[in-house]
């Protein structure tokens, strides 16, 4: 089983609307939890981390839920400079990254 | 600041060909990554060095790829002979303890006929 599992999708969403992505993690000592982000031919980068009380970041909402083993990402209002693959990422420790695993990802293109 | 450096950006070689990818981390920086994504298998680590010492190579995928990092501002990826399965985006990335982020290069994206 792999460690991260992830819809690849695609989501296909017109411009302002709402989409949400899941990831469900298998290892539950896993300690800490993220999102990133990859734009086509570019390289992943850190879009927010997820905390058990969940966060926001602007039009972004990160959520935990650690009895299910399950993480999701919610956008609002979608911009067309939203599409790009989101990667749920989960680390076997509370800090540091030397331990990092990455889901396959989820693409997202939000259409004009 | 400069980010993680790779090169070449691109390579496309013919199959049995030896192919060096290369790469400079963050300076400062004292983990670093390399990793293999294909559309298939997503983003594979493939090794991981602290302190320019390899500590997990267990995603090496066979004796034809080897790593090394002589110092701690340049590391290589080698694959010799290489072969069409060989054929994805290699990314570098680096980190510190002081991060809870791994800092990816650009990538080389590798075609092997």
């Known amino acids: 089983r792999k460690e991260v599992e992830q819809d690849p999708g695609p989501f296909n969403v017109p411009e302002g609307a709402t989409v949400a992505f899941n990831c469900t993690y298998s290892n539950s000592a896993s300690q800490s939890f993220f999102w990133y982000r990859q734009d086509c031919r570019k390289e992943p980068k850190l879009l927010m981390s997820v905390y058990s009380s969940g966060n926001e970041d602007g039009r972004f909402t990160a959520q935990l839920n650690r009895a299910s083993q399950y993480i999701s990402l919610l956008i609002r209002d979608s911009k067309l400079s939203d599409s790009a693959t989101y990667l749920c990422?989960?680390?076997?420790?509370?800090?540091?990254?030397?331990?990092?695993?990455f889901g396959t990802g989820t693409r997202l293109t939000v259409i004009p | 600041d400069a980010g993680v450096i790779q090169s070449p950006r691109h390579e496309v070689t013919e199959m049995g060909q030896e192919v060096t990818l290369r790469c400079k981390p963050i300076?400062?920086?004292?983990?670093l990554f390399w990793y293999r994504q294909t559309m298939m298998r997503g983003l594979e680590l493939l090794i991981y060095f602290n302190n320019n010492v390899p500590i997990d190579d267990s995603g090496m995928p066979e004796d034809r790829f080897s790593a090394k990092m002589p110092n701690a501002s340049f590391s290589t990826l080698k694959i010799q002979p290489s072969e069409p399965r060989d054929s994805a985006v290699y990314f570098c990335?680096?980190?510190?303890?002081?991060?809870?982020?791994?800092?990816f290069g650009p990538g080389t994206r590798l075609t092997v006929l």
């Open positions: 990422v989960v680390n076997r420790h509370q800090t540091g990254a030397n331990n990092l695993f």
């Open positions: 300076s400062g920086h004292d983990y």
């Open positions: 990335a680096s980190t510190s303890v002081l991060y809870n982020e791994q800092f």
